[in-house]
């Protein structure tokens, strides 16, 4: 006779094995405990066979074990060690750096706000390095030090007047390309789009 074991604690289907005849009643058979005689079901995709001991019958339980899960609240990856349905407040999908997850559609959407902070804060500083950069060309330290040598005389101060005024004109540029982002008139450009645009550093 043929018996079907399962776990202590999740009462899942561990092995089909053998039933060991009584010693003592010819005909009978032992069924140890977390055991029964009822055939457990075919194996169905995504689920695991659990006994209902109270019932007497075996279910499917969703099993996701192992599966990588996100918290809509703070994004935390983890992985599910339980039997059952994903737990409210994660989800499967794999939200990526802006987004954040809404709770009417059940989904992570993209928080533009914080994308374009995001964006806004990559160029200053793309554009900041482009400064610093062409100063250190000149033998500055960056545009700050190019800068604190136009505003008296010394043999640097023709060159310096240049680089101060190029960088200022270059952040002029930024905030023309950035009050036409906030118009509507353009779309948020990227890093390489706004370097384009700045205008050429002249000796």
């Known amino acids: 006779m043929k018996i079907y074991n399962y776990d202590k604690v999740t009462k899942e289907f561990i092995s089909e094995t053998n039933a060991t005849e009584s010693p003592l009643e010819k005909g009978k058979y032992l069924v140890p405990a977390n055991a029964t005689t009822i055939k457990v079901n075919a194996v169905k995709t995504g689920y695991t066979r659990v006994f209902n001991e109270t019932k007497k019958v075996w279910e499917y339980v969703e099993d996701n074990r192992g599966m990588i899960i996100y918290d809509t609240g703070t994004k935390q990856e983890s992985k599910v060690d339980y039997l059952g349905a994903i737990k409210s407040g994660f989800t499967k999908i794999k939200p990526t750096e802006f987004d954040v997850w809404d709770t009417k559609t059940n989904a992570w959407v993209i928080d533009t706000v914080a994308e374009q902070e995001a964006q806004k804060q990559s160029i ?14 000149y033998r500055y330290d960056n545009i700050m030090s190019a800068r ?4 008296y005389t010394n043999p640097f101060q023709v060159e310096a007047k240049k680089l101060a005024v190029w960088a200022s004109n270059c952040w002029v540029k930024a905030g023309q390309i950035e009050a036409n982002v906030q118009s509507g008139t353009i779309p948020m450009p990227t890093v390489a789009e706004v370097l384009a645009q700045m205008p050429v550093y002249v000796a």
């Open 124 to 137: 200053n500083n793309a554009i900041q390095n482009l400064l610093d950069t062409t100063a250190q060309k």
């Open 148 to 151: 604190s040598y136009a505003g």
